[in-house]
C-alpha cells in the first residue's frame, strides 16, 4: 500500500477560499515533501518539511508536520483558479532504494 | 532548479509494438534515475530504480523483461516498453537525483512525462 493516505481524495472550493489538504504516512521520515501535478503533466515540487520542524511556509502555502501522529497538512490560502491540480506528498522509501513514496493525493478544483 | 526532460510527451502505438521513452537531466549528473507509473486519478507508483552503468532494480510485480531500462550515461535513462499490450498504456514519468547530492534535504526533479495510447 501507499506510505501515505492523503485526504480528502478530492476538494472543491470558490476561489479566494482556504484549501486545506492532508497527508498520513506509516514509517519514520527524514522529511516530508508536497508535490503538485497538473491535469497530464509532470511533478512540481512545492515544499519540503524536515523531520525536526514542525511548520514550514512559502507564499500562501503553509505544511505543517506531526511526526507524534505521522501527518502533515498543507495549506493554500487565498486560493486561485491556477492553483487547481493535484497534490501529492511524498516520502523516502528505504534507504535502499532511495526513491520517493506519494501519497494517494487530493485533486483540488478552485471554481473562479 | 534542475531541469529534467522526458521525451516523448505523448506516444500512440499498436500493439505489439515496443516504445522507448527516454528521460535526460539536462544541467547536471544523475547517477540514479527512477521511472513511476500513474494510472488515471492514481498516484505514483515506483516500477524500477535505474543506476547509471548498472542493472536496473525492478519493483515487485514490475516485469524487467518487458520494461527495458537502461542507464548508459550519467545524464540519460530510457525505458522500453516491450511487446505493448493495450494494458500497458498509461502514464510514465521519470526522476532523478544529482550526482552527490541526496534525498534527504532537497527534492526530486521530474520529467513531464509521457502518456502511453496502445491501441
Not at chain 1, 519514520?28 to 514542525?54: A, D, F, K, P, T
Not at chain 2, 527512477?34 to 543506476?51: D, E, V
Not at chain 2, 514519468?93 to 491501441?119: D, H, K, P, W, Y
Request: net charge positive.
Amino acid at each position: 500500500s501507499q506510505q501515505g493516505e492523503e485526504d480528502p481524495q478530492a476538494l472543491s472550493i470558490q476561489e479566494g477560499e482556504n484549501a486545506t489538504m492532508n497527508c498520513s504516512y506509516k514509517t519514520s521520515i527524514n522529511n516530508l515533501q508536497w508535490y503538485r501535478q497538473n491535469s497530464g503533466r509532470g511533478l512540481v515540487h512545492l515544499i519540503l518539511i524536515r523531520s525536526n520542524e514542525r511548520e514550514k511556509h512559502s507564499g500562501r502555502l503553509r505544511v505543517t508536520l506531526d511526526t507524534s501522529k505521522k501527518s502533515s497538512s498543507l495549506l493554500i490560502t487565498a486560493s486561485r483558479a491556477a492553483d487547481t491540480a493535484s497534490y501529492f506528498c511524498a516520502t523516502l522509501m528505504d534507504t535502499g532504494r532511495r526513491a520517493l513514496t506519494f501519497g494517494s493525493g487530493t485533486r483540488l478544483q478552485v471554481q473562479p | 532548479g534542475a531541469v529534467v526532460s522526458q521525451h516523448p510527451s505523448r506516444v500512440i502505438c499498436k500493439s505489439g509494438t515496443s516504445v522507448k521513452i527516454e528521460c535526460r537531466s539536462l544541467d547536471f549528473q544523475a547517477t540514479t534515475m527512477f521511472w513511476y507509473r500513474q494510472f488515471p486519478k492514481q498516484s505514483l507508483m515506483l516500477m524500477a530504480t535505474s543506476n547509471e552503468g548498472s542493472k536496473a532494480t525492478y519493483e515487485q510485480g514490475v516485469e524487467k523483461d518487458k520494461f527495458l531500462i537502461n542507464h548508459a550515461s550519467l545524464t540519460l535513462s530510457t525505458l522500453t516498453v516491450t511487446s505493448a499490450h493495450p494494458e500497458d498504456s498509461s502514464f510514465y514519468i521519470c526522476s532523478a537525483r544529482a550526482r552527490g547530492r541526496t534525498l534527504m534535504n532537497t527534492e526530486a526533479f521530474f520529467g513531464q512525462g509521457t502518456r502511453l495510447t496502445v491501441v
